[in-house]
């Protein structure tokens, strides 16, 4: 899968090669599919792999659910007319575990190279001999890059409502934002009597008309053409200070918290260290059945692409683990390349 080329070795692997002298590691024994990510396309991969009678593995550096725990509600995924983010995980992880998947949560994946011509993962604590690897690394938040925003983050500064822990019933906050997670928010905020105001850089909101009507709705007040200045505060956030673009004004609004939803970057250096193909947005590149460019690697879910979409996510892991199983097998059982 991955060749390693002639090269110093690191202390690890001197490491790993005292251990295997020492009788240690048996590269013989190798897990036929890892997951590195536990949200809904690792999670929906996992359940797939286990089905499909591969030994499969999940390492997840926190606990497993991924952006889908930030969801308050899903009402979009078919067959569910409504869910909390939360409840879909705690689904999905009793399914994976009941199909027999080793979930290895706060663990991170490291690194991936070759040692011995075999393909291993080196997590934060075990190395992994894989014949197969898929990457559902999802994203990141983006930040605002303004004084004060990681002073308060967990003081009146988050990036989803479910990490909050607090209520906002009556009081003032801030949702920063143009797109679907910010309105989103907006509208569950909006909905748990919050007085809320939606800010947005540019000059029109960039979602679906369905979801831009039913902000107009609302009580929201959506502040266009703004931009974020800076936060304030004492041991928690305070107050907000914008600057309105079409009038070239600065503005101070009380608040009691600020919600920052830019959106998500995905996390695509893992892959990058061992040359899988990133595309000008740092998006991993896949093909119609999720293989990358290297043989044995795919990929899945929010890290090939900026559709927020659990369903689209779920597809993906499921379509991953397929081709995983026919890349081992060495068996085309689904249809065309
Ligand atoms: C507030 C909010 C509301 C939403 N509402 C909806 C909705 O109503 N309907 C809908 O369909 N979608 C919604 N979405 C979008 C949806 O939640 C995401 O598209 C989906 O959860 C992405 O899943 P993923 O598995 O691709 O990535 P992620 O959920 O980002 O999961 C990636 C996982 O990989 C882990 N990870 C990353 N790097 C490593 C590493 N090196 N080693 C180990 N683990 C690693 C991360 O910790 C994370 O758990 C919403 C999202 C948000 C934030």
Redesign the pocket.
Same mark, same amino acid.
């Given at each position: 899968m991955v060749n390693s080329g002639l090269r110093q070795l690191s202390v690890s692997e001197i490491n790993v090669r005292l251990y295997i002298a020492k009788g240690g590691y048996n590269l013989s024994l190798e897990i036929d599919l890892i997951i %590195? =990510?536990? =949200? +809904?396309? &690792?999670?929906s991969a996992a359940i797939q792999g286990a089905k499909l009678g591969l030994e499969t593995m999940i390492?997840?550096?926190?606990n497993? =659910? &991924? *952006?889908?725990i930030?969801? $308050? +509600? %899903?009402?979009? $995924?078919p067959g569910l007319t409504q869910i909390s =983010?939360a409840k879909l995980i705690s689904n999905m992880k009793k399914q994976a575990l009941e199909n027999g998947v080793r979930i290895k949560e706060l #663990? #991170?994946?490291?690194k991936i190279d070759a040692f011995n011509d075999k393909t291993r993962v080196i997590?934060s604590k075990d190395i992994y001999f894989v014949k197969s690897i898929i990457i559902?690394? &999802?994203?990141r $938040?983006k930040k605002l890059g303004v004084p004060g925003e990681e002073e308060f983050i967990g003081k009146g500064v988050f990036? !989803? @409502?479910t990490s909050s822990g607090l209520s906002f019933k009556g009081k003032n906050v801030a949702v920063v934002g143009c797109g679907? @997670?910010a309105v989103?928010?907006a509208l569950t905020l909006a909905n748990l009597d919050a007085n809320v105001y939606l800010i947005c850089s540019e000059n029109k909101l960039q979602v679906i008309d369905v979801l831009r009507r039913k902000v107009l709705r609302s009580k929201i007040k959506v502040l266009l053409n703004t931009n974020v200045i800076s936060i304030d505060g004492d041991s928690f956030v305070r107050k907000i200070t914008l600057f309105d673009k079409e009038i070239n004004k600065t503005i101070e609004l009380e608040i009691d918290g600020v919600f920052v939803?830019l959106g @998500?970057e995905p996390?695509s250096? %893992?892959a990058k260290q061992i040359g899988v193909s990133i595309d000008k947005n740092g998006y991993i590149v896949v093909d119609k059945k999720q293989r990358t460019n290297i043989p044995g690697i795919f990929a899945? &879910?929010?890290?090939t692409n900026g %559709?927020? *979409?659990?369903? +689209? !996510?779920i597809g #993906?892991?499921a379509t991953a683990a397929i081709s995983a199983y026919e890349y081992i097998k060495g068996v085309k059982v689904y249809g065309k390349n």
């Open positions: %590195i =990510g536990g =949200g +809904v396309a &690792g999670l390492l997840e550096r926190k497993v =659910g &991924g *952006k889908a930030d969801a $308050y +509600v %899903i009402k979009d $995924y =983010g #663990e #991170e994946a490291l997590s559902a690394t &999802g994203g $938040y990036h !989803s @409502i679907d @997670i989103l928010n939803a @998500i996390e250096d %893992i899945a &879910g929010n890290v %559709i927020l *979409k659990v369903a +689209v !996510s #993906e892991g």
